[in-house]
């Protein structure tokens, strides 16, 4: 079983359409949690921190589940610019990173 | 903001040759960097820990002899493919940590292996 596994996708959807993002991992101790947004032969970008309380960031909405290891991203009122891969990312400890393996989106007019 | 620069960003070189990538921390000081490989259509896979002043932690199956890492000050770590071969051609990232769970990455350097 991977430690951080997401759907590949990919998710097509039409602008303006709200399309949902989900993750889980395995590891029950991990301690930190991210969404990164990575576009086509690029780095990875930080996109927002997954907080257990829940956090949101303009059109963005991530949350985490910690009972169920399952962390989740919401984007509303999609843009063509929103097209990425993003990307399930996990602080395992020791500030090493486990990343899941993406997941499609693409954004149609 | 922490800035991370990595060069080169594309590098073609012939199958036996070894190439050299530079990961620097531009304006804070990185005591960890980390290296990162993505084959296409494939997530961000660690490789190695670089420790400054230290020997680097490769994760399994990465041979520590054909991808030599080097972290000689708190603001560059260098990776070396030694004898590349076609299979090595990859993506390869470096990050770095503020420690603040900041983390930058590298604008990535495409090794395409002939």
């Known amino acids: 079983r991977k430690e951080v596994e997401q759907d590949p996708g990919p998710f097509n959807v039409p602008e303006g359409a709200t399309v949902a993002f989900n993750c889980t991992y395995s590891?029950?101790?991990?301690?930190?949690f991210f969404w990164y947004r990575q576009d086509c032969r690029k780095e990875p970008k930080l996109l927002m921190s997954?907080?257990?309380s829940g956090n949101e960031d303009g059109r963005f909405t991530a949350q985490l589940n910690r009972a169920s290891q399952y962390i989740s991203l919401l984007i509303r009122d999609s843009k063509l610019s929103d097209s990425a891969t993003y990307l399930c990312?996990?602080?395992?400890?020791?500030?090493?990173?486990?990343f899941g393996g993406g997941t499609r989106l693409m954004v149609k007019p | 903001g922490a800035v991370v620069s990595q060069h080169p960003s594309r590098v073609i070189c012939k199958s036996g040759t070894s190439v050299k990538i530079e990961c620097r921390s531009l304006?804070?000081?990185?005591?960890?960097m980390f290296w990162y490989r993505q084959f296409p259509k494939q997530s961000l896979m660690l490789m190695a820990t670089?420790?400054?002043?230290?020997?680097?932690?490769?994760e399994q199956g990465v041979e520590k002899d054909k991808f030599l890492i080097n972290h000689a000050s708190l603001t560059l770590s260098t990776l070396t493919v030694t004898s590349a071969h076609p299979e090595d051609s990859s993506f390869y990232i470096c990050?770095?940590?503020?420690?603040?769970?900041?983390?930058?990455f590298g604008s990535g350097t495409r090794l395409t292996v002939v």
């Open positions: 304006d804070f000081q990185a005591t960890t």
């Open positions: 590891n029950s101790a991990s301690q930190s």
């Open positions: 990050s770095a940590s503020k420690g603040d769970y900041g983390y930058t």
């Open positions: 990312v996990v602080n395992i400890g020791g500030n090493m990173l486990t």
């Open positions: 670089s420790n400054e002043g230290s020997k680097a932690t490769y």
């Open positions: 997954v907080y257990s």
